[in-house]
């Protein structure tokens, strides 16, 4: 059925770059929005960014100026460029689909990929 598939992960240094990428597929309804979520241990997931299949997009407050999200429609992907990653930004991200039915919403989400900011 639905597929979502995060890539991109890996060990960077501080002040280092990487590019997550999550590809959705499976469904014949049309993707609402895509987006990145992070969860720290102990706490719960938090919304890292995300867009419309219009490019509205939105970022949590920690990543401004340093994350910036990107979709390709025609592919149903997503791609996360990560700039001046911090050792704080270390956790594991999770990709986010949310498809638009006539019948409602419906959200399907990846397994994950980790990213590791260390020196």
């Known amino acids: 059925q639905v597929q979502v598939v995060e890539s991109g992960g890996g060990l960077v240094q501080p002040g280092g770059s990487l590019r997550l990428s999550c590809a959705a597929s499976g469904s014949s309804a049309s993707i609402y929005v895509m987006g990145w979520y992070r969860q720290a241990p102990g706490k719960q997931r938090e919304l890292v960014a995300r867009?419309?299949?219009?490019?509205?997009?939105n970022y949590t407050d920690s990543v401004k100026g340093r994350f910036t999200i990107s979709r390709d429609n025609a592919k149903n992907t997503v791609y996360l460029q990560m700039n001046s990653l911090k050792t704080e930004d270390t956790t594991v991200y999770y990709c986010?689909?949310?498809?638009?039915?006539?019948?409602?919403?419906?959200?399907?989400w990846g397994q994950g990929t980790q990213v590791i900011v260390s020196s």
């Open positions: 986010n689909a949310v498809f638009q039915t006539v019948f409602g919403r419906y959200a399907y």
């Open positions: 867009i419309t299949s219009g490019g509205n997009a």
